[in-house]
């Protein structure tokens, strides 16, 4: 793929500056809403357009629109002919602003929906969980306050939710298999891996008890804790509350980490949320892994994707605000 054609929109109406662009990386991370464009763009005194702080930034392939954005930061040197910039989605706004709500009753999704509007952020599509929240924000940034919502909402479903922004507008899905996920193969799309394993934040127990101290029960990953040792969490069960389901939520995030870094052929439809499925036994790369990062880089007509995959299906989770009585 060749580099995106990319539309900066600044005072005077928008222009084609691909042409311009020496380099470009398109990039997001599970940890982050927001997803960033960096950039050199060749310039020589004389030039139009000259990037400016808040001018918009478009990426296309095709018919196909990768990023709307907006530029946050530039730097020049005299020395040299090149600008250097970086553009944020519009997750920038979620990250940027606070607010103050409390909620009862409701559910993640409509939580997300009201933050929303009540900010003027568009909405792409947001996964529908049913389950019903009471929490109470202060002056938090509204992307704590959606991704705590789905996280609480997780610990009720039981699923994994992935949330980013799209050129569209706010996304939240469930995060499973792709229906067409890419298989990534040596000597084919795979240019090279490597795997680190990890017990550091391992989790194999997890004892619950009531309000009072009183222990009520014990989870475990017996496999676990015959290899490794007990590592164990505690988890306190109010009002007769079922945390049996975070419980094991606890057990799952907490197995065995294999992380691992990929350097594959360029594909713009390998974003983090998505799924990939490996065919490379050497380094262990092998079976379905989840996309935790991804970041895309064009130098002139060369485009490759460098992703972190992970072999678990692990949602990055967010505690703000307080329960709401």
């Known amino acids: 793929m060749a580099m995106p054609k990319t539309i900066l929109t600044g005072r005077e109406g928008g222009h084609d500056i691909t042409q311009m662009i020496a380099t470009l990386?398109?990039?997001?991370?599970?940890?982050?809403?927001?997803r960033k464009v960096t950039a050199e763009v060749v310039y020589r005194l004389g030039d139009l357009p000259v990037p400016e702080l808040g001018d918009g930034l478009t990426l296309t392939d095709g018919g196909s629109v990768l990023f709307q954005g907006y530029v946050v930061r530039?730097?020049?040197?005299?020395?040299?002919?090149?600008?250097?910039?970086?553009?944020?989605?519009?997750?920038?706004?979620?990250?940027?602003?606070?607010?103050?709500?409390?909620f009862r009753g409701i559910t993640a999704e409509d939580i997300a929906r009201t933050v929303c509007a009540d900010y003027g952020i568009p909405v792409d599509s947001l996964a529908s969980t049913g389950a019903l929240l009471n929490r109470k924000f202060t002056g938090t940034a509204l992307d704590k306050i959606i991704t705590s919502a789905y996280t609480l909402a997780a610990e009720q479903t039981g699923e994994r939710y992935a949330v980013r922004m799209t050129p569209a507008g706010l996304l939240v899905k469930v995060k499973e298999q792709s229906q067409t996920s890419l298989i990534l193969r040596p000597r084919s799309n795979l240019i090279r891996a490597s795997t680190t394993e990890s017990i550091e934040k391992m989790v194999n127990s997890v004892a619950i008890y009531d309000e009072q101290g009183n222990r009520l029960s014990v989870q475990n990953d017996q496999g676990a804790i015959d290899l490794y040792g007990m590592m164990q969490r505690h988890i306190t069960q109010r009002d007769g509350e079922d945390v049996s389901g975070e419980a094991k939520t606890l057990l799952e995030d907490g197995a065995l980490a294999k992380t691992v870094t990929a350097q594959v052929l360029g594909n713009s439809t390998l974003i983090t949320g998505e799924t990939v499925?490996?065919?490379?036994?050497?380094?262990?790369?092998?079976?379905?892994?989840?996309?935790?990062?991804?970041?895309?880089?064009?130098?002139?007509n060369t485009y490759q994707t460098r992703l972190t995959l992970n072999c678990r299906n692990v949602m990055t989770k967010t505690s703000a605000g307080s329960e709401l009585k």
Request: proline share 0%.
């Open 25 to 34: 990386t398109w990039s997001g991370d599970k940890n982050s809403i927001v």
């Open 74 to 102: 530039r730097a020049l040197d005299s020395e040299e002919s090149k600008i250097s910039i970086t553009a944020y989605d519009r997750g920038v706004y979620l990250c940027n602003n606070q607010g103050t709500y409390k």
């Open 277 to 300: 499925i490996a065919e490379e036994e050497g380094t262990g790369l092998s079976g379905l892994f989840w996309i935790e990062s991804d970041s895309h880089t064009w130098v002139r």
